[in-house]
């Protein structure tokens, strides 16, 4: 955290290194988000862009009180919302889904974690927005109920119900799915 008061105090007063250093620092994070987000890389890799071109921008004006990285995850989740907004809704089909890729030794475990991974992206992909931002925000962002909330404009509770909401759906369309 005081690396990165040190590296927005840098890019306050003109230091291009600061920014790069910022942009690489969180840029694999904030990728990932975007797209578990957005079921789209394109539309992921623009929201990343767009946000750190805000960011420089306006880093003359930011007062950071808590972490970067919570800021900027919060940067991220506004812009995907008004990219959502903006264009009509459109359901993933399965084979869009993308699947995140484990560390495994063998083939089988390989085969049987990638084929996990492809389900739950999958019903990932099927919960309502407001449902897979939060849980995304908050098993991948790493960002609190709170800090959510507040990025969101929203109460606690309503935070806090999206997500048991979102994970009792994840759990039933895991469940049917096995069943088929």
Known sequence: MLEDKLLVWKLKYGNRDAL??????????????????????????DAVHDVF?????????????????????ACIANRLRDLNRAKPQ?????DEAKCIRAN????EQLAASAEESRRISYAMTRLPYEQREVIILHL????????????M??????????????LDKLQLLLNDEVKK
């Open 20 to 45: 790069r250093c910022i942009y690489e620092k969180y840029k694999n994070d904030l990728l990932a988000l975007a797209i578990a987000l957005s079921n789209d890389k394109n539309l992921a890799e």
């Open 104 to 107: 495994s030794n063998t083939p």
């Open 90 to 94: 459109q359901s993933v089909q399965m």
């Open 153 to 166: 404009d929203i109460s606690i509770n309503t935070v806090q119900s999206r997500y048991r909401y979102g």
């Open 140 to 151: 991948h962002g790493g960002m609190t109920f709170k800090v959510i909330a507040k990025s």
């Open 53 to 73: 071109v805000s960011f420089a921008q306006f880093a003359g004006k930011l007062q950071l009180r808590k972490s970067l990285k919570n800021y900027l995850t």
